[in-house]
């Protein structure tokens, strides 16, 4: 069974920092790429953004409101995704997710349940 | 950036209804659209994928169409189980970005 869960979410005071972590299992880890996606309370979906796997050269992209201060990074040999977040806003308050996908499939397989972060004072 | 445009944000239909949720993107983006369905207080889950396909496990009431810039969700038949907000997500062109979301509720 896949499983993904994420952690180290938590309240945090602008300008601070965070490094959430993406557990998985239950598939072969290093075969696809790895998404973050946020959603802020009440809000719609987000994407954060990704990282390639190894035959990739585990290039990176991000989406424009995060580039510079959050970065993606991935461990093959812990099945572990992580995500730096740096200089907090108010704005990035929200639940963080995990997801998976294998190029060219054109779709997230598998979520994880998701870990929140407050950004407040 | 590609943006992807859900309507309507809302909809409101009784069980055994026919409904069809649509998402224009803002250029073409061939078949590279999934759809999630997400419950609250839960992650989103894979219904449709590569605009058609239907994600393993989902009832077949489920179906997608389109291509280019123009898709469609379409459930033949309104469960109770399907109440729920339902997104698009273009897979074309970084950024990622998904649509604004559609709220299916009860009549």
């Known amino acids: 069974e896949v499983q993904l869960v994420e952690s180290g979410g938590g309240l945090v005071q602008p300008g601070g920092s965070l490094r959430l972590s993406c557990a998985a299992s239950?598939?072969?880890?290093?075969?696809?790429?790895m998404d973050w996606v946020r959603q802020a309370p009440g809000k719609g979906l987000e994407w954060v953004g990704r990282?390639?796997?190894?035959?990739?050269?585990?290039?990176?992209e991000y989406a424009a409101s995060v580039k510079g201060r959050f970065t993606i990074s991935r461990d093959d040999s812990k099945n572990l995704l992580y995500l730096q977040i740096n200089s907090l806003k108010t704005e990035d308050t929200a639940v963080y997710y995990c997801?998976?996908?294998?190029?060219?499939?054109?779709?997230?397989?598998?979520w994880g349940q998701g870990t929140l972060v407050t950004v407040s004072s | 950036d590609i943006q992807m445009t859900q309507s309507p944000s809302t909809l409101s239909a009784s069980v055994g209804d026919r409904v069809t949720i649509t998402c224009r993107a803002s250029?073409?983006?061939?078949?590279?659209l999934a759809w999630y369905q997400q419950k609250p207080g839960k992650a989103p889950k894979l219904l449709i994928y590569?605009?058609?396909s239907l994600e393993s496990g989902v009832p077949s009431r489920f179906s997608g169409s389109g291509s280019g810039t123009e898709f469609t969700l379409t459930i033949s038949s309104l469960q109770p189980d399907d109440f729920a907000t339902y997104y698009c997500?273009?897979?074309?062109?970084?950024?990622?970005?998904f649509g604004g979301g559609t709220k299916v509720e009860i009549k």
């Open positions: 997801a998976v996908y294998y190029s060219g499939t054109g779709g997230y397989w598998h």
């Open positions: 239950g598939f072969t880890f290093s075969d696809p790429y």
């Open positions: 990282t390639k796997n190894k035959i990739n050269s585990y290039t990176t």
């Open positions: 250029q073409s983006i061939s078949s590279w």
């Open positions: 590569k605009a058609s």
């Open positions: 997500q273009q897979f074309s062109a970084y950024p990622l970005t």
